[in-house]
Structure formats: structure tokens, C-alpha cells
């Protein structure tokens, strides 16, 4: 009998192959569209609606690469700025920033596309109801709070505007707000027509326990709303005029004109006065000399007609000579004649920004760019008004790590201060992204955080996360607002990411119990089990 070589299996149709590749497309451009337009914040409730189905009918190798590419393209897409900043401040050469943001995005993506994997892996259209509404919002988070990043992002962050649903972030942080954003999208997606998805009962189950989830998220933000309002109008005020000098990044490192820069920063300050401040705020190293560390007073001009009023600048400070000399950078508060009355050293170093990680070993990383900084970290701390109010101040990007915030309120700071710098970053998205991330610590700690920056956006965002009218990008100005120092105790601040934590634990434990129940009910099990020694 002459055999007959079996043919190898006919190739998936290219539709077949191209559409889950365009639904987390669609994913990744939903995802960055309200980075650009604020507006557009409702996307999020829908915006991983094409990616979950593409994942129905992926293996767990496709699921994987989906999701790697739904995030690669978002972070291309998104900080598409990195480019220029790499380019213009850092001098580094058009084809190793391209090269530069291609390696970040794909590092990037390993996070979504193991997420992927695990859904693909641990859910089915059987598993019931509360396991669909659960896994997948508790895995986002776990990943989400666990995978290390240079410039964090997260889904909660894109419904600044929709106020009530971001106050539960002072009970659970951004991450809350993550969770009702991906349950919502789960559902929506199981409910769509498909191959394979569950029973008419089961999808009634995950909706109403949807609707649940959502009325107490929004309840929750409509009962705290107006009892944040009331603690705010019973502190007591604060005016604070805060300087935005927008001096150019050329201009200030060459510093060939420092006095200039120092003076144009007191006009802009004296002319406040008429307005009554008590305290003057400049942005992140704008005072231009080099601040030895045991110097008890800078020389500063009184204010005119003898005003009280007090300083909080940022400076570069520097402590030892030679090979042990150390910089820093820090925010001091000032009396009225210039004397240093508290200082705050950055904590939080800006990787290839002010330090190059590793440059002890590698020392050739030190030849990237001429532009990054050697600076020392700092060991935190507050800074005190001598009439008792703590200022927190965080520098830079420190306003969009969490902890940092809620260990200057625990330290008992009744305004976050953030002194920085976005010139780096051009005109272009980045600026709105930081304030959009930034705002989040203000709701978190109740507290008012005072954005003050060299360029903009300087702009001041309440105990509730709603921004006051802030300085536009690229112009001179300055803004003179009361503000109301807070001492209101939350949960967030209190117990940290403690949210995202059980939702690591639940992530875990879900499948982990799947696994143990399905073992135990396996055909033999229970023979096994008995059968003597």
C-alpha cells in the first residue's frame, strides 16, 4: 500500500490573523486619545473592550503577544515626547532616542502582554460570575502596582475630570479607580456577541454586580464630595503667590546672566505683595547659586514696606569639597530676610536624568549625554511655617510617586508642595500628563497640592482634585490664590496601597483555589486520599 504524506494544516484565513492585531490597536490608541484631550475620559470605561476580545480566541502565546503590543504602541504613542527631550536637552542623536523610546515602549509592553497570558491561561465562559468580574480587574491592578516603571501609568488616572469617581482614592489610591474601570470593560466584553462567552445567568450576575460596584464607587465620591468642601472653607486660609519665571533651559544652565534670572524672580515676586501674600513659592533650582549646606542665611532683599512674608524656593545645595562632595537638590524655606529655616532634599532621583543607574560599573554610561546630573538623594522630611502650618514639599517628579506624598502627610504636612521643572519636555503632551498624574495625591491625602513650575502648567489642584486656573505653558506670570491647609485623616494615607495588595493576594488565590478544588474532585481523588498507609 503506497502511504500518502499528510499535508500540513491549511493557514488561519488573514482576517483571522490581522483582526486581533487591529482590536489591540484599537486598545492602545483608546488608551492615549484622553492623554492628548481630556475630554475624552469616558474612553476608559470601554478602552480595553477590543483587546479582551482578541484575547478569546488567542492561545496563551498570541494572548501574550497582544497584549505586548497593546502596550508598546500605547507608551509609543503616549510619550512620544521622550524623542525630543532626548534630543534637544539630553543631545543625544535622533536615532538612538528613536532606538532609545523603541526599547522603553517594548520593555513596557512585557507588563500587559504577561497579563495577557494569565487571563488567557485562568479564565473560561464556565468560571462563575464573581470570577469574571474579579481576576481580571485584581490582575490588572497587581501588575499595575507591582511591574517597576521610569514614567508610571495608570487607566485610573484618565477620569480626573469625572470627580465623584475618583474620590474613593482616598480609601484605595488610583488603583480603585483602575479596578471599576477594568471590571467595566470585562463585562461590556463578555456581553458582546461571540464564540464562546458565558450563560445568559451568569453575564446578568457580572452586570448587576457591576451596577453595584459603580453606585458605590459614585455614591461613595457624591457623599464625600461636599464633606472635603466643608473641611476646606473651615481651615484656616493660607495665600501663597507662586513665581512661574519661565527662564530657558539654555539660559539657566550656561547661567551667564544669573543676577538677571535672580532679579526677574523678585519683580515678579514684589509685585504680588499688593495681593497680600504670606508665602512666595519658586520653582524646582531656580534660586541660580550653588547653596553651601551649613549657610544659615542667603543674601536676600527685604520686601518692600517691611511684609512678613515668607520663601519657598528650589536650590541646588552642596555639602563637602573634591571627591566627596555631594549635590543636591532641594526646596528651603526662607523668613522674610533670607534666613534658612527648613530644608527638603529630593528622595526620589530621576533615572539618566540626574543620576545614571549602575554608572559605578558600567562607567561608560557616564559618555550618553553631557546633560545628567550627579546628584546625591535625600532622606526626606517636611518643612514648618513658623504658625504651624507643614508644607510637604516633593521636586520634580516626585508628585507622581505616591508614597512619597502620603509619607509627607503622615509626617504631618498640610500642603503638598511640588516644585519642577518641565521645560525638558517642550510643548507637548508631557506637561499635562504629569499634572493629570500629580493630582492624584491631592485626593488620596486630602490635601491641596501647589504645582509651581519654571514654564508651566503652574497651577494649584484642591482636596478634591479640581484645578484651580492654572498658568499657561511658556509664559511669564504668576498666581495668587488662598488655599486651606488640611489635617483630614484617610484610609489611603494611613495603610498605602493596601488595595492593591489584596488585590495581588485575590489574583493569586482565585486560580490557586480552582486548581485545589478541581484536584480534589478529580475521578480518584478521594481513593487516593483514603486508601491506608
Known amino acids: 500500500v503506497q502511504s500518502t504524506p499528510l499535508s500540513p494544516p491549511p493557514a488561519a484565513p488573514t482576517h483571522r490573523r490581522v483582526t486581533p492585531v487591529l482590536l489591540a490597536s484599537a486598545t492602545a490608541l483608546l488608551s492615549a486619545a484622553p492623554t492628548f484631550w481630556a475630554w475624552l475620559w469616558p474612553l476608559a470605561w470601554v478602552t480595553l473592550v477590543p483587546l479582551w476580545l482578541a484575547l478569546r480566541t488567542a492561545t496563551p502565546r498570541q494572548a501574550f503577544f497582544l497584549g505586548w503590543w497593546a502596550e508598546t504602541l500605547m507608551y ?7 524623542v525630543g527631550t532626548m534630543v534637544n536637552f539630553g543631545f543625544i542623536t535622533v536615532p538612538l532616542s528613536v532606538l532609545f523610546l523603541g526599547v522603553i515602549g517594548l520593555g513596557n509592553g512585557l507588563r500587559f502582554g504577561l497579563l495577557s497570558w494569565w487571563l488567557q491561561r485562568t479564565t473560561r465562559p464556565e468560571h462563575p460570575w464573581w470570577s469574571h468580574l474579579l481576576l481580571p480587574a485584581c490582575s490588572y491592578v497587581a501588575v499595575d502596582s507591582l511591574w517597576p516603571r521610569v514614567f508610571p501609568w495608570y487607566l485610573g488616572f484618565l477620569q480626573l475630570p469625572g470627580l465623584p469617581f475618583i474620590q474613593v482614592a482616598d480609601i484605595t489610591g488610583v488603583h480603585g479607580v483602575t479596578f471599576a474601570l477594568v471590571a467595566c470593560n470585562t463585562v461590556l466584553a463578555w456581553c458582546l456577541p461571540q464564540a464562546t462567552r458565558p450563560t445568559p445567568a451568569v453575564r446578568r450576575q457580572m ?18 464630595l461636599p464633606q472635603i468642601r466643608a473641611a476646606m472653607q473651615q481651615a484656616r486660609p493660607l495665600r501663597v503667590a507662586l513665581i512661574q519665571p519661565n527662564i530657558g533651559m539654555y539660559e539657566k544652565r550656561h547661567g551667564a546672566d544669573r543676577e538677571a534670572q535672580l532679579k526677574q524672580q ?30 544659615p542665611q542667603l543674601p536676600w532683599p527685604p520686601a518692600p514696606a517691611g511684609q512678613p512674608v515668607h520663601w519657598l524656593i528650589g536650590a541646588l545645595t552642596y555639602a563637602g569639597q573634591g571627591q566627596t562632595r555631594q549635590v543636591f537638590n532641594s526646596a528651603l524655606l526662607l523668613g522674610p530676610a533670607g534666613h534658612i529655616l527648613g530644608r527638603y532634599d529630593k528622595q526620589h532621583l530621576l533615572a539618566f536624568g540626574e543620576y545614571i543607574p549602575l554608572q559605578r560599573y558600567l562607567p561608560f554610561l557616564r559618555h550618553i549625554s553631557p546633560t545628567i546630573g550627579n546628584l546625591t ?21 516626585e508628585d507622581i510617586v505616591p508614597e512619597l506624598a502620603r509619607q509627607a502627610a503622615r509626617q504631618g504636612a498640610q500642603v503638598l508642595v511640588n516644585l519642577t521643572n518641565d521645560i525638558w519636555f517642550g510643548d507637548t503632551a508631557a506637561p499635562y500628563q504629569h499634572r493629570a498624574l500629580a493630582a492624584f495625591r491631592a485626593v ?80 480518584g481523588a478521594k481513593r487516593r486520599q483514603t486508601r491506608p498507609l
Do not use: K
Not at 207 to 224: D, E, K, M, P
Not at 269 to 287: F, N, R
Open 76 to 82: 509609543w504613542v503616549g510619550f512620544y515626547w521622550l
Open 207 to 224: 452586570a448587576l454586580g457591576l451596577v453595584v460596584l459603580l453606585l458605590l464607587q459614585g455614591g461613595y465620591g457624591l457623599w464625600r
Open 266 to 295: 523678585f519683580d515678579l515676586s514684589y509685585a504680588t505683595l499688593d495681593q497680600h501674600p504670606e508665602l512666595i513659592i519658586w520653582p524646582e533650582s531656580m534660586y541660580p547659586f550653588g547653596v553651601p549646606e551649613q549657610m
Open 377 to 397: 538623594a535625600g532622606s526626606g522630611g517636611i518643612v514648618t511655617l513658623p504658625h504651624g502650618v507643614g508644607l510637604g514639599p516633593l521636586i520634580c517628579y
Open 444 to 523: 488620596e491625602n486630602r490635601r491641596y497640592l501647589i504645582r509651581v513650575t519654571n514654564t508651566g502648567l503652574t497651577s494649584i489642584i484642591d482636596a478634591v482634585g479640581q484645578e484651580q486656573p492654572a498658568l499657561p505653558l511658556f509664559q511669564t506670570g504668576t498666581l495668587v490664590q488662598t488655599i486651606y491647609p488640611l489635617r483630614v485623616p484617610t484610609i489611603y494615607t494611613r495603610f498605602g496601597d493596601w488595595f492593591a495588595q489584596t488585590c495581588s493576594l485575590v489574583a493569586l488565590l482565585i486560580p490557586l483555589g480552582r486548581w485545589y478544588h478541581q484536584r480534589r474532585t478529580r475521578p
